[in-house]
């Protein structure tokens, strides 16, 4: 079974500063997918990033990045230049390749992006 | 481009009643369709999902079911609403490679 843990269930960051947060995941698999969702009070669901494993290089999307560590099952993401639209819940999450791509995901957590 | 509605959008039940949320996809075919529940302040539980009409896949037991009776549809039901099925729920699109794409939501209170 694939589980997904994000142990920080709050955290808060000063506009313009950098965050990081944090997410582990333990599988026996070894071709998956990682992503970052960002939930804002609207709930909707939004990609923020996303790793495939086989890759090394780690992803970037603008002001957002991942440190994937494969070998200690680690996944965490960076927010630079803080922004207050970036206060949101943010889930990390697991896709096992086929048998119907599903995803696993962990509890979330809280940002608060404080003026 | 592909767009994903779920409804009701909020919907509130006494507990023994029947329910019934929908969700349906525009611009694609033959999608991956996924259930999930969200309970307040908690990840999201992937409940059911279905790689094609007429095949579901459930991941947790429950008082729920789910069925998929046309290409982009994709239907959540109950005989016997219970209060523990109060939350937040989400249906998922995955255009079978990789990445899920998320509908609006439906907020479901049961009394």
């Known amino acids: 079974a694939q589980t997904v843990t994000q142990s920080q269930p709050e955290m808060s960051v000063q506009e313009a500063e950098t965050v990081t947060l944090s997410c582990t995941y333990d599988t026996s698999e070894n071709n998956y997918y990682l992503f970052w969702y960002k939930q804002p009070p609207s709930r909707q669901m939004i990609l923020v990033i996303r790793q495939e494993a086989y890759k090394q290089q780690n992803a970037t999307e603008n002001r957002f990045s991942v440190n994937f560590q494969k070998a200690a099952k680690s996944f965490s993401l960076k927010i630079s230049d803080s922004q207050l639209g970036d206060t949101a819940m943010y889930f990390c999450?697991?896709?096992?390749?086929?048998?119907?791509?599903?995803?696993?995901f962990g509890t979330g957590t809280s940002l608060t992006v404080i003026p | 481009s592909q767009t994903i509605h779920q409804w009701p959008a909020t919907l509130v039940q006494p507990v023994g009643s029947p329910l019934s949320l929908e969700c349906t996809v525009e611009g694609t075919s033959n999608p991956n369709l996924y259930w999930y529940r969200q309970a307040a302040g908690r990840g999201l539980q992937l409940l059911f999902y279905?790689?094609?009409?007429?095949?579901i896949s459930s991941e947790v037991p429950q008082n729920l079911s789910a069925s998929r009776p046309q290409d982009r549809q994709f239907i959540l039901s109950s005989k016997k609403l219970l209060l523990s099925d109060s939350g937040f729920y989400l249906c998922?699109?995955?255009?079978?490679?990789?990445?899920?794409?998320f509908g609006p939501g439906t907020r479901l209170t049961v009394l």
């Open positions: 999450a697991f896709m096992k390749l086929f048998t119907g791509n599903q995803f696993y």
């Open positions: 998922a699109w995955n255009p079978s490679t990789d990445t899920q794409y």
């Open positions: 279905s790689v094609g009409i007429g095949q």
